[in-house]
């Protein structure tokens, strides 16, 4: 399974600007990555997922850079993005990937690869998704990302649903289910 993972409004509010000397600042409350704990957390009954960073920041920083700005319990599960540095060469692609949604961001990415694959996208950007792929994102309010508990579970509702759908279950853990008592 795949988790697209956006930063912004997601992993820290949607706050984020990249000063003159290139550092990357939060001007908000908090830190850059805070709720990436949370993100480790939730992941942790899931071995088998693997994370695509659908972030401005890999074009941004590079791939590589934006890799390892995650702690490293999600920088290990990270195993491509969205963005590639190939594109940077073709103007035509630049000005293509700067204006595709993100869910178009996404399809991209999918069709390059040769086998189907469950996926699931967490992002605070919705603009473009089709009615139909809905249920494959993980809305986050750009101020409280996965601070939001209704957030946490969902994402956990849907992570178990995807592994029993496409059989990524493992029998190993537990198998807690999905309770809105949980907020």
Known sequence: MILFLDFDGVLHPDAVYRRLDGRIELRASGELFMWAPLLEE?????????????????????????????????????IGATWHSAMGRNS?????????????????YLSRSPNPTPWLAIDDDDVGWPDEQKSSLILTDPVKGLASVNVQN??????????QVHGEEDDSRDNGSFSSSDS
Do not use: C
């Open 42 to 78: 939730i992941l942790e009954d899931y071995p088998e997922l693997r994370i695509v960073l659908s972030t401005s920041w890999v074009r941004v920083l590079g791939f590589r850079r934006a890799r390892e700005r995650l702690p490293a319990k999600l920088a290990e599960r990270v």
């Open 154 to 163: 969902l994402l956990r509702h849907q992570l178990e649903i995807k592994s």
């Open 92 to 108: 035509l692609d630049v000005i293509g990937w700067d204006h595709q949604t993100r869910f178009q961001q996404i399809s991209a």
